[in-house]
């Protein structure tokens, strides 16, 4: 996984920092000290700022005064900018609401200095994020921290505020993760100076805080909040502790129903450069939370509870596999099909679950199977990828698809199927099928699970899944003992009713087949 650092895109309101007043700006509360710091940063490159790790965390911490206090009060103007602004327009920003181009201009600020302590140079010097926004005897997280959190939860409608500060806040805290330690970049020279280790226990709260703000936004059906997350997300992704933190807070479900909702949004259109344009865009996102769920893959072996996120309703695996179906992008399918490969080989041997049903790569391959994945790996095959990994993930997947179908009974093959809610026409769907299996649809429990399911399945949107739902439980009916009194008192009567006046005529000849097998005991007369 590349660990490598995102950067801050432009303020739109860029133009007007150099021309900020400190001194007319009295509800900063800025000191003569402070002012002065703000006004020497300015006119020295900042690497000079940033050579004394000392003065480094006195002008973030300044960075972050700023912030505290220019987003307690602001108009809300330069919130509502979207467009980067020319020289003009961005001084009539300046003048209309001030302590947002502040804002602005302190997150800037932020980003350009956690960027260049990431830099070779800040290694070979003896700088870092860590000795910086982290200090005092037991190096703790400074206690500002918390502006940023402000302006990321408060900060509703300022996109580029809150992305950028959510980012910055991001790439501080990771610098705290055991697990990132130690990692200089390929060829950098580091400097042999003492190195102080910044407090992971200081940052776990602030991750858990950040984490919290990032699932609620992956809630929202708009792709502009979305969007604020992702940056932060990603960055979250390259340490195994915000991978952990993320998966404990529930954010794998919420991640694949994003991932479910992005793809079925995204529709490129060849006619104009327009919805062109917002296509490319949402293939972007696409690629960029499929990389996050790639990423999650990588605790499957540590983690019981990260297996058992995945496996929860299917969905999951229903989303990585309609992203390879649907293939939108070469690099949307590569990452896809990596989850997918390591969902296929991992292991519940060195973690086992505690007390609980066994979940591993025959159960994750069970459901790819369902969803229909060797369909699609077939499919694949046959297509030309420039990228050696995919066709590697290709053949890997095939193999391993192709053995546990083997292993698997018809019975299993439908289990996987309705579980999943993938219903597909095939042999499994089928008047032998039925006289046959139709006991086994009673479960291990007797409460008839898959009955229950077949019934959900009937308000489904994909009217193909409606159909075979409708085609399913007529067949039980027929052959399973009391079915039609079983599947009536479950109430697939009432609901099959409902689609009897469908406007699909295929789902229509369905349901009225299965309200006549519920109704009639000799169906195949009446056939």
């Not at 932020?110 to 200090?135: K, R």
Request: aromatic share 6%; charged share 25%.
């Amino acid at each position: 996984m590349s660990s490598k650092v995102a950067s801050i895109s432009p303020s739109p309101v860029a133009k007007a920092f150099k021309h900020i007043q400190w001194d007319p700006l009295s509800s900063l509360r800025l000191t003569p000290q402070e002012t002065a710091l703000l006004r020497m940063a300015e006119t020295n490159p900042i690497e000079y700022t940033l050579g004394d790790a000392r003065d480094a965390t006195m002008y973030v911490r300044v960075l972050l005064k700023l912030l505290a206090e220019a987003s307690v009060n602001v108009s809300g103007q330069v919130a509502r900018i979207t467009e980067e602004c020319n020289e003009n327009r961005a001084m009539d920003a300046l003048d209309a609401d001030p302590l947002g181009v502040v804002t602005h201009y302190a997150i800037a600020k932020l980003g350009e200095i956690i960027s260049t302590l990431s830099s070779p140079w800040a290694a070979e010097n003896g700088v870092s994020v860590g000795n910086v926004f982290y200090a005092g005897s037991e190096c703790l997280l400074i206690e500002h921290w918390k502006a940023l959190l402000r302006v990321i939860s408060k900060g509703k409608g300022d996109s580029y505020a809150q992305r950028s500060a959510a980012l910055s806040l991001a790439q501080i805290l990771l610098a705290a993760c055991p697990s990132q330690r130690g990692r200089p970049a390929r060829g950098v020279k580091v400097a042999t100076t003492s190195v102080r280790i910044p407090s992971y226990a200081s940052a776990i709260e602030p991750l858990e805080a950040l984490t919290a703000w990032i699932i609620t936004q992956l809630k929202s059906s708009n792709a502009v909040t979305v969007g604020t997350t992702v940056p932060a997300m990603m960055t979250l992704m390259g340490a195994t502790e915000g991978r952990q933190i993320f998966a404990a807070s529930g954010g794998i479900k919420y991640l694949s129903r994003q991932l479910r909702q992005r793809e079925k949004k995204q529709s490129p259109s060849p006619t104009s450069s327009g919805p062109e344009r917002k296509a490319n865009s949402s293939v972007q996102q696409l690629y960029e939370l499929a990389f996050c769920m790639w990423c999650l893959t990588y605790e499957l072996n540590n983690f019981a509870d990260v297996r058992a996120d995945f496996a929860k309703d299917g969905i999951p695996v229903m989303a990585l596999v309609e992203l390879v179906s649907s293939a939108p992008r070469e690099k949307v399918v590569r990452v896809a099909l990596a989850a997918l490969r390591n969902l296929a080989t991992c292991s519940a041997d060195v973690n086992p679950e505690p007390d609980a049903p066994r979940i591993d790569s025959k159960v994750f391959l069970g459901e790819m199977i369902a969803c229909g994945l060797m369909k699609a790996i077939g499919l694949l095959r046959d297509r030309q990828f420039t990228d050696p990994d995919i066709v590697d993930d290709v053949e890997s997947l095939h193999k391993l698809l192709a053995d546990n179908f083997k292993e698997m009974t018809r019975w299993e093959v439908y289990q996987n199927e309705v579980e999943t809610g993938q219903l597909q026409w095939g042999s499994t769907h089928t008047d032998a099928f039925f006289k046959e299996n139709a006991k086994m649809m009673e479960g291990k429990d007797g409460d008839f699970k898959l009955v229950k399911i077949l019934i959900s399945l009937l308000s489904s949107k994909d009217e193909d899944i409606a159909a075979i739902a409708c085609y399913d439980l007529g067949e039980f009916c027929r052959y399973y003992p009391n079915g039609r009194g079983i599947a009536k008192r479950l109430g697939a009567k009432d609901m099959a009713m409902s689609l009897i006046e469908h406007d699909n005529p295929e789902l229509q000849r369905h349901a009225l087949q299965c309200v006549s097998k519920m109704m009639v005991q000799n169906w195949e007369y009446v056939k």
